[in-house]
């Protein structure tokens, strides 16, 4: 059960700071696009709570839910999106640039799937270092359609690299859905052959996803080479901003009442009771409320830094 | 021709050297850093075969094992990106390619990502890379062999580019640049690596960011890059027999470049030749007397020199009007010191061809 409230807590965070940052966006205090995980979250958390402090996370320009997963700093993570001094990046990155050393986040990054071969690069120095860590990259259906992707399947395969590639499929890149981009709508047949084992996950069960994460890092620390998981999911948000634009037409209204009447959040969610629910809740609005105050408060970096950080 | 002139040689009194071929310095150089570091890995296509790229790498796995010298499937994009995820985590990768071409594959995460992740991060990560190219000429490499595509990398801010002339440089700028610890784009010619020098035995690093003064003459500055500087000097002697002297300098790193001895050097001879071993559009010799202009209030002649505006031609005849060569660098110094000179001008075609050129018989 304690598992569960944990779960359900750094859910309800997640949910419940994108939701703020959607709130705010109109205000234009946010100084950088933002590309929301709301709806599909679920993936992160039950994938990062499987991992030690010491294991890696890489995840993509939708990565706010990845980076708070492994645990980032929320007030950075906001300062960052405000372009403050004390954000992630010293607001030299904005949401799509998002890193944190002291946990492990390895850069986000805004062209697509460009993360995949960084972080394979990752699990080839935990190999050679002889560590014990595990890399986690996160990435979408949109980027197993670069040439990295199967370019470092093959590299993370032949040298058995510590690496789980974690595929979010919710079927769209940005605005075309996989039947228009695929000639096979399994990726398990175009992703095999690389010697990466491959399971998928369909059902939005945070806790069941949870344990089969559990499992795939468990085996990939053990030595049993790469592994890929692929979790369907839905995005409830504009590719990029901060609106739903299910009357723009190009996906269906009908589709995405499916995904929401089973929200995995709420069924995380009917796992609890509704008084411990509600002391979660008290407990993450003040720590979005926190966050967001810490951001406001903080300072833009003066025009004299420009030149910081060119080179090291 | 010694090349001997572009060396420190009044610090290579005191301590032992070998004399080594570019090649040796270069293999020299990784020895000592595989063997000083254990950070330090190489990979790429091919480096440990029994060739090792023309000698650079072979036997180093032999050496240090496959675990930190070993080859790569032809996939330069993300090769390229492990590379930059293996610095970012803190090893010193060497990713080595064995035409620069093939760069133009590794684009979308050279620029991207190595060069922009220290700053779009906020110095939270940075990118301890060396990506090393080789620039191919002449026995038919052609259009897609013999591509100098540095001023593409001078464009992109936080990247530095290197391209030693010599043998000395090439082992320090090695070492320089593999402890860099920002991602270095490392050129070398083929054609100088038979071209010697005394190298240092012990591991000595060549300051990145710094250019060198290769000799010294009042009449014209010129800027030579990569081989051109080899070209440039015996153009130089060349123009010696017509008691023209000039100031040869080697940026030896074209980004950051090292302006300084360049904007010193104009200031008094009130001319500068650039000459690239590459196109001259939007080019490293655009950008290095853009500089000289921009920093000078006084009327300065000036000009350049570099590939035709063409792609390169395979055949012999068309090659060698393709590339600037001694002969066409000295009638340019001389045309724009005295036209009338350099119209009766009548060099020895002989006098084109340089040592290198004539020890170097191919294949690649």
């Known amino acids: ?312 | 021709m010694s090349i001997n002139n572009v060396l420190p040689s009044s610090s290579l009194d005191r301590i032992p050297t070998t004399t080594l071929n570019y090649v040796q310095a270069i293999r020299s150089a990784f020895f000592q850093a595989l063997e000083q570091d254990e950070s330090v890995f190489l990979m790429g296509l091919d480096i440990d075969d029994h060739l090792g790229i023309q000698g650079s790498t072979v036997g180093l796995v032999d050496e240090f094992g496959p675990g930190r010298v070993f080859t790569t499937p032809l996939s330069e994009d993300a090769m390229t990106g492990v590379a930059i995820g293996a610095a970012m985590s803190g090893m010193k990768p060497v990713h080595i390619h064995i035409r620069m071409d093939f760069l133009l594959l590794c684009m979308n995460q050279i620029v991207n990502i190595a060069a922009k992740a220290h700053y779009m991060y906020g110095g939270a990560t940075h990118v301890p890379m060396v990506v090393r190219c080789i620039i191919g000429k002449s026995w038919g490499q052609g259009a897609q062999h013999s591509q100098a595509l540095h001023s593409l990398f001078m464009h992109i801010p936080g990247l530095k580019v290197v391209a030693p002339s010599n043998a000395y440089d090439a082992k320090g700028l090695m070492l320089a640049a593999i402890n860099d610890p920002n991602p270095v784009i490392f050129m070398e010619h083929r054609l100088l690596f038979n071209t010697e020098a005394d190298v240092p035995d012990e591991p000595y690093e060549v300051e990145i960011g710094k250019s060198k003064v290769v000799r010294n003459g009042q009449d014209l500055t010129l800027v030579a890059i990569s081989n051109m500087v080899i070209e440039s000097l015996r153009a130089a002697e060349l123009l010696e027999q017509e008691g023209i002297h000039i100031t040869i300098i080697d940026p030896v790193t074209v980004s950051p470049l090292d302006m300084d001895p360049v904007i010193t050097s104009v200031s008094q001879t009130k001319r500068l030749l650039v000459v690239d071993n590459a196109w001259l559009n939007c080019g490293a010799s655009a950008e290095i007397i853009a500089r000289v202009c921009e920093s000078s209030t006084e009327a300065l002649q000036v000009k350049r020199l570099g590939f035709s505006e063409t792609t390169c031609p395979t055949t012999p005849s068309l090659e060698k009007a393709f590339y600037p060569n001694p002969i066409t660098i000295a009638k340019a110094v001389i045309e724009m010191i005295d036209p009338v000179k350099a119209a009766h001008w009548q060099p020895n075609e002989k006098d084109a061809e340089l040592v290198y050129q004539m020890k170097f018989k191919g294949p690649f």
């Not at chain 1, 234009?28 to 030690?52: M, R, W, Y």
């Not at chain 1, 996370?57 to 839910?65: E, F, I, M, N, S």
């Not at chain 1, 037409?249 to 629910?277: M, Q």
């Not at chain 1, 967001?292 to 030149?307: G, I, M, R, V």
């Open chain 1, 1 to 312: 059960m304690k598992k569960i409230e944990e779960l359900y807590e750094s859910l309800c965070f997640i949910r419940q700071l994108e939701l703020k940052v959607a709130e705010v966006y109109p205000s234009d205090n946010i100084k950088s696009p933002v590309h929301l995980s709301i709806g599909q979250e679920f993936v992160s958390v039950a994938i990062c709570d499987a991992l030690t402090k010491d294991d890696y996370v890489a995840a993509t320009y939708r990565g706010h839910a990845a980076y708070l997963a492994k645990g980032g700093s929320p007030e950075k993570l906001i300062a960052e999106m405000y372009g403050k001094e004390t954000g992630c990046a010293q607001g030299r990155g904005g949401s799509m640039h998002l890193i944190e050393p002291s946990v492990n986040v390895i850069g986000t990054s805004a062209v697509v799937g460009t993360g995949i071969p960084i972080a394979t690069g990752y699990a080839l120095t935990q190999k050679m270092k002889k560590t014990n860590n595990v890399v986690v990259c996160f990435l979408g259906d949109g980027a197993t359609e670069e040439g990295c992707f199967y370019e470092s399947l093959n590299f993370a395969g032949l040298h058995k690299l510590p690496i789980l590639f974690v595929v979010e499929n919710n079927n769209f890149a940005i605005h075309e859905p996989i039947e228009k981009r695929w000639a096979q709508p399994d990726l398990s047949k175009r992703a095999s052959g690389f010697e990466v084992t491959i399971n998928q996950y369909k059902d939005g069960d945070v806790i069941e996803l949870h344990d089969i994460a559990i499992t795939m890092i468990e085996a990939i620390r053990n030595g049993n080479g790469p592994m890929l998981l692929e979790v369907d999911c839905y995005r409830w948000y504009q590719h990029v901003g901060p609106e739903k634009d299910f009357g723009q037409g190009y996906r269906s209204e009908a589709v995405a009442e499916k995904w929401f009447s089973r929200d995995p959040f709420v069924i995380l969610g009917e796992k609890l009771a509704e008084n411990k629910k509600q002391e979660i809740d008290r407990r993450v609005t003040q720590k979005v409320s926190d966050a967001f105050e810490f951001a406001e408060q903080s300072e833009f970096p003066k025009p004299s830094e420009l030149f910081n950080y060119v080179y090291k």
